[in-house]
């Protein structure tokens, strides 16, 4: 099946203790993008990258690392979570891009920092 | 700077009442246009999108949305709602020669009672 996996789903975390939610695709997509959902704010990119090894910053960037050494994969790292980064966390993919192609989304992670 | 406006936050209507979620965005040219549903606790699923031509789009499980260039408008509708149409819906718009994201709206939260 046709997919993008987040692990963890849920994750409760301190202040200061770096945390990584790993995304993970099986359709070959080269897109690939980090969203955070906030109450009243939508959704707003976090990072994104266009194919292995490019990555550029979104929206939102500041406190996040990413990377991308595999087509596959696109990791989220959080080296010292703040309370502000409590948030619903969303990895998508598409073929090419994101505007003209249709994005598909993982099922989402919700990370609280105390 | 571009932008999606989804004046609803909440609307709650009657199992088989008539839906309309309202979409503006502010961009310099036609971008593509997205509707995106969000079932509690799931990712986000494509209901349907506008690229070019006929302004009345079809989506899945029902919903339409019809583009109007002259309001900058993209509302999406359903004739008839059911109960599992309760979620949140997000209006998103990807602007033509630009692929590194998406500009998503706050989102509006449907409710629906029996």
């Known amino acids: 099946e046709a997919q993008v996996t987040q692990n963890p789903r849920y994750l409760i975390t301190v202040t200061g203790k770096k945390l990584t939610v790993t995304c993970s695709q099986n359709m070959n997509h080269e897109y690939m993008s980090w969203y955070r959902q906030d109450p009243g704010l939508g959704l707003r990119q976090i990072y994104y990258?266009?194919?292995?090894?490019?990555?550029d910053k979104g929206d939102v960037p500041e406190g996040y690392k990413v990377s991308r050494k595999e087509k596959r994969n696109f990791p989220l790292i959080l080296e010292s979570p703040s309370p502000n980064q409590t948030s619903l966390y969303f990895c998508?993919?598409?073929?090419f891009g994101a505007g003209a192609n249709v994005l598909t989304f993982g099922a989402g992670s919700r990370l609280t920092v105390l | 700077a571009q932008s999606v406006t989804q004046p609803d936050i909440h609307i709650t209507v009657s199992e088989g009442a008539s839906l309309e979620l309202r979409c503006n965005y502010s961009y310099g040219a036609t971008p593509y246009l997205f509707w995106y549903v969000q079932s509690p606790g799931q990712g986000l699923q494509l209901l349907l999108k506008y690229f070019s031509g006929d302004t009345l789009v079809q989506g899945i499980k029902g919903f339409e949305a019809e583009f109007k260039r002259s309001q900058s408008s993209f509302n999406l509708r359903k004739p008839s709602v059911h109960w599992s149409d309760a979620a949140e819906y997000f209006c998103?718009?990807?602007?033509?020669?630009?692929?590194?994201?998406?500009?998503f709206g706050a989102g509006t939260r449907l409710a629906v009672h029996p």
């Open positions: 990258s266009m194919n292995v090894e490019v990555t």
């Open positions: 998103a718009v990807g602007p033509r020669g630009g692929y590194n994201k998406l500009i």
């Open positions: 998508a993919s598409s073929l």
